[in-house]
């Protein structure tokens, strides 16, 4: 299995879709079903009948998944969407910006 490029709490910039362009961090990963859940971003509206634990029903609002190809790492030095590379420094494998080589964790 390859090594995890986009991971929970980076910041990542939607590519394609209704929110396209705009920022948010990742708060969850589904690697089998290759989705993240990016906060903020790909929300979803459920509509709930009043019920015994939610007495007075409503609309909730949640993030839903959303496909990992549609969402690139943020560059860290402007924020625009980069690719993900890994390089070796101090005997540790460390993730790099492909547009500006600033590390993006470690």
């Not at 991971?7 to 969850?28: A, E, I, M, N, Y």
């Not at 019920?51 to 690139?72: E, H, L, T, W, Y």
């Not at 790099?96 to 080589?101: D, E, L, N, P, T």
């Amino acid at each position: 299995m390859a090594a995890a490029k986009i991971k929970k709490g980076d910041s990542v910039v939607v590519l394609s879709g209704k929110d396209k362009g705009r920022t948010g961090t990742v708060t969850q990963v589904l690697p089998k079903e290759g989705k993240v859940i990016v906060d903020g971003i790909n929300v979803a509206a459920r509509h709930r009948k009043p019920s015994q634990q939610n007495p007075q029903g409503g609309i909730d609002r949640f993030p839903a998944p959303m496909s990992i190809a549609k969402v690139a790492v943020a560059d860290p030095k402007d924020g625009k969407p980069t690719r993900v590379r890994f390089e070796e420094k101090d005997g540790k494998k460390v993730r790099v910006a492909v547009k500006s080589g600033e590390t993006i964790d470690g």
